[in-house]
């Protein structure tokens, strides 16, 4: 059987359960307070948005699914979260930032496959592209590049990487729940109102 349809169908789904993602509401996290004013702060807050969904998704996913993959020649689960940590990586790479010893864009997705070690490599990913693009002054942000055949600037070159994160947290989404797993936000979302709706429903014996 082919797999065009259910690759079709998948990304679909993955389109729907990031809009989803990305709208659902979250938690105040302190740090938002000291994020920086403007566009870098507003890039940032996002960033980190995806960050949190990713990796709560990474601990929540059970070793034994890490190599599963919808269909022949697609992304595995694991291969998917290395993906991402390879772009926060390559991608400023490709505009002079320095990635770390040893890193081949081409090769790094699949350079690691067991959970333990690839939940680190992600959050360590994410805290690399969060420190280049906290340091950077107005005027390298506006520097020209081109990236993948395509000119633009530095700061189009981390709207991609934005753009990027999110793309994949709703491959991730639809992953998850292909596998039965429950997005760790929503499980937190239900409980709280299964809890909620408990407590009124509580409340009228107490009178």
Same mark, same amino acid.
């Given at each position: 059987?082919?797999?065009?349809?259910?690759?079709?169908?998948?990304? +679909? &789904? *993955?389109?729907?359960? /990031?809009?989803?993602?990305?709208?659902?509401?979250? %938690?105040?996290?302190?740090?938002?307070? #000291?994020?920086?004013?403007?566009?870098?702060?507003?890039?940032?807050?996002?960033?980190?948005?995806?960050?949190?969904?990713?990796?709560?998704?990474?601990?929540?996913?059970?070793?034994?699914?890490?190599?599963?993959?919808?269909?022949?020649?697609?992304?595995?689960?694991?291969?998917?979260?290395?993906? +991402? &940590? *390879?772009?926060?990586? /390559?991608?400023?790479?490709?505009?002079?930032?320095? %990635?770390?010893?040893?890193?081949?864009? #081409?090769?790094?997705?699949?350079?690691?496959?067991?959970?333990?070690?690839?939940?680190?490599?992600?959050?360590?990913?994410?805290?690399?592209?969060?420190?280049?693009?906290?340091?950077?002054?107005?005027?390298?942000?506006?520097?020209?590049?081109?990236?993948?055949?395509?000119?633009?600037?530095?700061?189009?070159?981390?709207?991609?990487?934005?753009?990027?994160?999110?793309?994949?947290?709703?491959?991730?989404?639809?992953?998850?729940?292909?596998?039965?797993?429950?997005?760790?936000?929503?499980?937190?979302?239900?409980?709280?109102?299964?809890?909620?709706?408990?407590?009124?429903?509580?409340?009228?014996?107490?009178?």
């Amino acid at each position: 059987m082919s797999i065009a349809k259910p690759c079709r169908l998948l990304a +679909v &789904a *993955a389109l729907t359960f /990031g809009l989803a993602a990305a709208l659902a509401p979250h %938690p105040a996290r302190a740090e938002e307070a #000291a994020l920086p004013a403007g566009l870098k702060g507003e890039v940032l807050r996002w960033v980190k948005d995806a960050e949190s969904k990713l990796v709560d998704l990474a601990e929540a996913t059970p070793e034994s699914t890490y190599a599963w993959r919808p269909g022949h020649d697609v992304r595995s689960t694991g291969e998917v979260f290395m993906h +991402v &940590a *390879a772009a926060n990586y /390559g991608i400023p790479g490709l505009m002079g930032v320095k %990635p770390p010893e040893g890193f081949d864009f #081409a090769t790094f997705e699949k350079s690691k496959t067991k959970k333990a070690d690839i939940v680190p490599t992600l959050k360590a990913s994410f805290a690399h592209l969060e420190k280049t693009w906290s340091g950077m002054s107005d005027a390298e942000m506006e520097k020209p590049t081109e990236l993948f055949g395509m000119k633009t600037t530095v700061r189009g070159g981390y709207l991609l990487l934005l753009s990027h994160c999110h793309e994949h947290l709703g491959q991730s989404i639809a992953y998850a729940r292909m596998n039965g797993i429950v997005p760790p936000w929503t499980a937190r979302q239900q409980a709280a109102a299964a809890a909620k709706k408990a407590e009124a429903n509580a409340a009228p014996a107490k009178k």
